[in-house]
């Protein structure tokens, strides 16, 4: 039996990769930023636990298969599929592969901007600095409530303590009363500075919400029923950093924007490795919205959510009805 299951995740993606999509030791190597000598050791190791034989023996052997899919159906950089046995554990199991993540590819002194979500605190729980530290943390908008899960204050102070570093914010509400007030915010120089910041992040994790009368802004009372029935009207399905879209990706243009302290989800798209944290079937237009519109690189979700995805790709893709 396996002790550690973050390492058993890792042999068995070093496995795939090799074994199943003949990729060489030194392209191995750039993928995970470790030499094509530690690449040799893992692949060794792999074979001494049995998880090479004359094929590759893991449990997330089918998420590995829906990984590559993902990443070819919609053009990412790069995908993290995870098995959920129970619907009510898929944030804590999407939060502790995220973390794994983040763990493997941060360096220390990096940049790393985070967002608000019930999701995107579920990596906090998990995340182990090991190695790294001295990470710079900058939120990419406004807080919303005391909540631990919407504040992004709290979760880059958390992330800044578990890094050893410092944490940049933007200090404003996300959503102001009026649009004149959201411009005086904006022009802030510290405001303005956290801004330029993040769009420099070498990593950004964002959490991806859902429009309607399930969208967590309107149980908190941050948006009005009225306002989530005309952003649906409109043809909203989700939103990040509180800015909504279509299912084409399509940014709404509405008034609930010119009162947003956030980054510009246009600005994501020119950004590097933006990890979108979203999963349930509840979720699935939200996040194929996102993807559509290019506001995420790379995206963590369930095997279930990302099947979901990529059959609703294909069956469009080919004009099916």
């Known amino acids: ?14 496995a795939w990769l090799y074994y199943k999509q003949n990729m060489t030791q030194s392209q191995i190597a ?109 939120t990419l908008n406004g807080g919303l409530t005391p909540s631990f899960f919407l504040n992004p204050y709290e979760i880059g102070g958390k992330l800044a303590d578990i890094f050893r570093g410092e944490c940049y914010y933007i200090h404003a509400p996300a959503i102001t009363a009026t649009k004149e007030l959201c411009q005086s915010f904006k022009s802030d120089v510290t405001v303005r500075q956290a801004l330029e910041m993040a769009v420099q992040a070498d990593y950004s994790l964002v959490g991806i919400g859902l429009a309607g009368t399930e969208s967590m802004l309107v149980k908190l009372q941050y948006i009005s029923l009225a306002e989530a029935e005309a952003l649906c009207q409109q043809g909203a399905v989700g939103d990040i950093l509180v800015q909504f879209f279509n299912i084409q990706g399509e940014k709404l243009n ?50 279930e959510t990302a099947n979901k995805l990529i059959k609703i790709e294909e069956k469009d893709s080919t004009g099916e009805t």
């Open 254 to 303: 509405c008034d609930l924007h010119e009162r947003i302290v956030a980054l510009p989800i246009e600005n994501l798209k020119k950004m590097n490795n933006v990890i979108g944290l979203a999963g349930g079937k509840n979720k699935v237009e939200a996040i194929l919205g996102a993807l559509r519109g290019q506001y995420i690189k790379i995206l963590i979700t369930d095997e």
């Open 30 to 138: 750039k993928k995970f930023g470790i030499s094509r000598i530690k690449v040799l050791q893992l692949l060794k190791k792999a074979r001494e636990k049995g998880i090479v034989h004359i094929s590759i023996v893991s449990p997330l052997y089918n998420c590995l298969s829906i990984e590559q899919k993902l990443i070819s159906t919609f053009n990412l950089k790069d995908a993290m599929v995870v098995p959920v046995y129970r619907k009510d554990t898929v944030k804590e199991s999407l939060g502790k592969a995220a973390a794994l993540y983040l763990e493997r590819h941060l360096k220390s002194g990096n940049l790393l901007a985070v967002s608000w979500g019930s999701t995107v605190t579920e990596v906090v729980k998990f995340i182990n600095s090991k190695s790294i530290s001295n990470i710079r943390i900058v």
């Open 1 to 14: 039996m396996y002790e550690d299951p973050s390492e058993i995740d890792f042999l068995s993606r070093i």
